[in-house]
């Protein structure tokens, strides 16, 4: 039951900023605006999307409630609470408002975030790492994915 709670409360508030990053991008993934614009190559078809952050924020919801477990410190919360803003802000500052350059802002941001869990708990999570990795992989290709069209649009 130690463990059953947090993962209950974190799996509640990453699938929450998904449902609230959609709810905040709006129509914009299939928008004219977006599907105009010249995309990276290796830019993935949309049913990847859905697919790849519901993986990435079960892995996440794991990690989080392994690490919160083993250090409940403000500093975990503050790094996770930033993480959530940033995820949910980048969908409406890139797919709602169309600021491409703040979006890439936002989500540099994010994957520094992202990088920080990473390198800073290494050690304390040891093979419990391999949990964050899908976020932090997926978080690099959507940067590169922002700045493309940054350059190219």
């Known amino acids: 039951m130690k463990f059953l709670k947090p993962l209950f409360v974190f799996l509640i508030l990453n699938f929450g900023a998904l449902g609230l990053g959609i709810l905040f991008m709006g129509n914009g993934p299939t928008s004219d605006w977006y599907t105009s614009m010249s995309q990276a190559p290796w830019t993935p078809p949309n049913w990847v999307f859905g697919t ?6 079960l892995c996440f919801s794991f990690y989080m409630t392994f690490l919160y477990l083993k250090q409940p410190t403000n500093k975990v919360i ?7 803003v940033l995820n949910i802000a980048w969908n409406f500052v890139f797919f709602n408002q169309h600021l ?3 979006g890439l802002a936002t989500i540099i941001a994010l994957t520094f975030i992202i990088t920080v869990f990473l390198v800073t708990y290494f050690k304390l ?14 978080i690099c290709i959507a940067t590169s994915l922002n700045l493309y069209i ?3 649009n």
């Open 78 to 84: 503050t790094l996770f609470i930033i993480q959530f």
């Open 52 to 57: 790849a952050w519901t993986f990435i924020m």
């Open 150 to 152: 940054l350059i190219h």
């Open 100 to 102: 491409i350059a703040f």
């Open 125 to 138: 999570m040891k093979a419990y790492s391999f949990l964050i990795l899908p976020y932090f992989v997926w």
